[in-house]
């Protein structure tokens, strides 16, 4: 056997491993200890004006899980949001013209 299909072979297997967790990410199931995407973006619309752009799920240096949503607020601009995957916890809010996009009862 040739090293060539020896080294194809593990990037098949390793490839068809990652699958099913790149899969439970891009849907909506919930998973265990983190927050459904929709109530999360519910808690980030209920807090700023304007529209969601997208959203994904990372890992951050301390090893925890975190949303992080870009959102075009009604002025245009676009601002970057993490939250907590566990708690929904507004971690960090970024970007020029955040203060404005926060609706009054937001908090």
Excluded at 20 to 34: E, I, K, M
Excluded at 73 to 95: C, P
């Amino acid at each position: 056997m040739s090293v060539r299909p020896m080294i194809a072979r593990r990037t098949l297997l390793a490839l068809l491993a990652w699958l099913p967790a790149a899969a439970s990410l891009a849907d909506d199931r919930p998973r265990r200890g983190v927050l459904p995407l929709a109530a999360v973006l519910a808690r980030v619309n209920g807090r700023f004006d304007g529209t969601v752009l997208d959203a994904d799920i990372r890992g951050d240096d301390d090893g925890r899980l975190a949303y992080e949503v870009r959102f075009l607020t009604r002025r245009g601009n676009v601002i970057r949001i993490r939250l907590d995957a566990a708690t929904g916890e507004f971690l960090e809010v970024e970007g020029h013209g955040f203060v404005d996009a926060l609706k009054p009862d937001g908090r």
